[in-house]
């Protein structure tokens, strides 16, 4: 096939490309120049190459030539994570090539699953299945073996039997054929057993990848993708025949929790799918989801490995898991291997999203920059590690035309993105604060931007937040008469913090809030005010008092406030003898994620994990030092349940353990 289309290239363009230009390729060494790197997994490489090619008009001209470019440009511009280019040349080639018939049909087969591949990444597993089902026609012998495991993949979570025929095809194949090495044989076996587990199967599946493990060359200390990949689902089968001794010992060389700084720690963002309708996830619903972390703290090549719950629940996983951030020397001091591949056990979240109290203020600088000429962006509804870049190019790009307006709005964004240095984002929202004064900025916005600056200054402070300098900002009278201003920055002060109580004045501050007559009665500003009023007059026993300003609210008695208001820790417990013995004798440290229903007395309610890593090792543990936790007390009027779905990081460490 290569041969083939070199022939058409230089066919079409050995005259408009003298070889005799000193210094300039041919259009063959380009070719192999850009066939090399494709082989080899350098596609930056290969792109410049192909572009190169596109640049001779002549052999261009020629439509063989120019879909053969196309298509295998597209592969690597796939694995670029330029996913939509790449998808767009292979389906602008694809159909040339298929014309030209049998000659063409390997590379027609490698495109077809190409696109399968793009397709799974983007959760679209319909048109991948699709697309690999295109790609095994006409394939015969070992080369059905791609096909039949891609299929597998996208088809395991289905339930009706056809992950388990084509893995099981597969691995007729590879095990009879002699030319396929032990290994290779392994990596298919292992495709098998994950569609025996998703089956429900565990104990065919556990026989399946013992075997594997053992053409792989055992529990050896030397570990490389297919051998993580193998004992990872072994610990999963182990788990699941209920041989958690045997389930610890495989994880335990996959590495998973045996480095420093775990990456669960230092993450930015780590959101959880919502139980319910949107979602069709149930409080049960479990999932195993893998992972690839890129340098520049993005998540990649994301893929559900265990999903009993279907394909709706393993996708609405997946997706959610795509979203994720880290800041870049985070993610680059995670070591390689766990990069390229890293598992998480997840389940859903109960609760409502609850947006900051600086939530009002905020669409209010919106609207305000949206007046100035300054559009959204869409930069909140991308992952902060994907965001970063562009809101970087954007502050540089207003900075060269001296648009002010244009500036505020990308430092507001780095100045908010969590994947952004503590440093930068100073200085970013201090640059923000000049900027809104330079405008002339309505006191909502220079308001809202003081506020952002001030809490990045008091990352540190006990409970996050500084109320001297709210005060100082209240005092200001162009705060203190605005509405929003004003009523923003009474919340903040009065809300109690971490392990930190109310201010003498919360009550008095509050009562100002609700009694605001530039406020309709139920903006989300006011209603956090009445149910925090409730809150204080609990504590002091006043419960007819508390009744009355919870009425004021609408709330049922198990909403939280529609803004960020929830009760905050009072104590973590005694945390000293809750390291599991088995995962502490294996070296094991962790993370996990639980999430609970706090009572109106601050105790916790039927804890539960939502997300771990590694999977299953500290997840009784995590839920029994969850019941210990105590939190601010609350009122409600029924049920005694102040707030659903709180939730609690734990981390493990051989050393010391904390919340």
């Known amino acids: 096939m290569a041969s083939l289309i070199l022939a058409l290239l230089l066919a079409g363009g050995q005259q408009a490309v003298p070889q005799a230009v000193q210094g300039a390729p041919t259009l063959q060494q380009l070719f192999d120049q850009a066939t090399k790197a494709g082989a080899g997994g350098q596609c930056a490489a290969a792109v410049k190459a192909f572009e190169a090619i596109e640049q001779n008009a002549k052999a261009m001209a020629n439509p063989t030539v120019r879909a053969a470019v196309d298509v295998r440009k597209g592969y690597c511009l796939a694995q670029l994570e330029r996913a939509e280019e790449g998808e767009a040349a292979i389906r602008r080639g694809l159909p040339v090539l298929t014309a030209k018939g049998a000659g063409f049909a390997e590379e027609v087969r490698q495109a077809h699953l190409a696109l399968g591949k793009i397709a799974t990444l983007a959760f679209d597993y319909t048109t991948a299945v699709a697309e690999y089902r295109l790609g095994l026609e006409g394939a015969t012998g070992s080369d059905r073996i791609r096909p039949l495991m891609a299929l597998s993949q996208v088809t395991m979570f289905d339930q009706d039997g056809e992950a388990l025929r084509y893995a099981g095809e597969a691995r007729s194949i590879a095990l009879a054929d002699p030319g396929v090495e032990q290994k290779a044989k392994a990596v298919v076996q292992t495709q098998y057993a994950r569609a025996l587990l998703n089956a429900g199967r565990a104990p065919e599946a556990y026989t399946e990848l013992k075997d594997s493990l053992r053409k792989q060359g055992g529990l050896t200390m030397k570990v490389g993708i297919a051998d993580v990949t193998t004992r990872s689902d072994l610990a999963i089968a182990a788990w699941l025949n209920d041989d958690k001794d045997e389930a610890y010992k495989y994880l335990a060389y996959t590495g998973a929790g045996h480095f420093e700084k775990s990456p669960f720690e230092s993450a930015r963002d780590m959101s959880l799918p919502p139980c319910g309708e949107t979602t069709g996830l149930k409080p049960d619903d479990i999932a195993i989801i893998q992972f690839s972390l890129a340098e520049d703290g993005h998540v990649e090549g994301v893929l559900p490995i265990y999903a009993p719950g279907g394909r709706n629940a393993a996708i609405a996983f997946a997706r959610e898991v795509s979203g994720w951030s880290w800041k870049p020397e985070d993610a680059a001091g995670v070591p390689a291997l766990f990069r390229y591949t890293t598992r998480v056990e997840l389940r859903c979240t109960t609760g409502a999203e609850r947006p900051a109290l600086t939530l009002p203020l905020a669409a209010a600088t919106a609207e305000w920059l949206e007046s100035k000429g300054v559009a959204d962006a869409g930069w909140s ?86 109320t001297g300098t709210l005060r100082a900002l209240l005092a200001r009278p162009e705060f203190g008469g605005d509405p929003l201003a004003s009523a923003t920055l009474r919340l903040l002060i009065s809300m109690p913090a971490y392990r930190a109580p109310s201010p003498s004045d919360a009550d008095g501050l509050l009562a100002t809030v609700v009694a605001m007559p530039e406020l309709p009665e139920r903006h989300p500003l006011k209603v956090a005010a009445w149910l925090q009023r409730a809150n204080l007059a609990a504590s002091k026993g006043d419960l007819t008092a508390a009744q009355r300003a919870f009425e004021q609210t609408g709330l049922t008695s198990r909403q939280c406030a529609l803004l960020g208001l929830k009760p905050a820790v009072r104590s973590t417990g005694d945390l000293s003898n809750a390291f599991p013995q088995s995962a502490q004798r294996l070296g094991f440290e962790g993370w996990v994620r639980t999430e609970f229903d706090v009572a109106t007395d601050g105790k916790t309610i039927a804890p539960r994990v939502v997300s771990a890593y590694p999977a299953f090792v500290f997840d009784s543990a995590a839920a029994t030092m969850a019941k210990a936790f105590r939190y601010t007390s609350s009122y409600r009027p029924e049920d005694g349940v102040a707030c659903t779905a709180q939730d609690a990081p734990i981390s493990f460490h051989q050393a010391r353990m904390g919340q």
């Open 381 to 466: 509804a991308m992952p902060d590690a994907r965001a970063a870049p562009l809101e970087r190019t954007a502050l540089a790009a207003a900075r060269a035309r001296n648009d002010s307006a244009a500036v505020l709005a990308a430092a507001i964004a780095l100045g908010n993105n969590r994947v952004v240095g503590d440093t930068e984002r100073k200085t970013l929202l201090a640059e923000a604060v000049k900027l809104g004064d330079a405008l002339a900025a309505p006191a909502s916005v220079r308001a809202y931007l003081a506020i952002e600056k001030a809490g990045a200054a008091d990352r540190g402070v006990l409970g996050g937040r500084n």
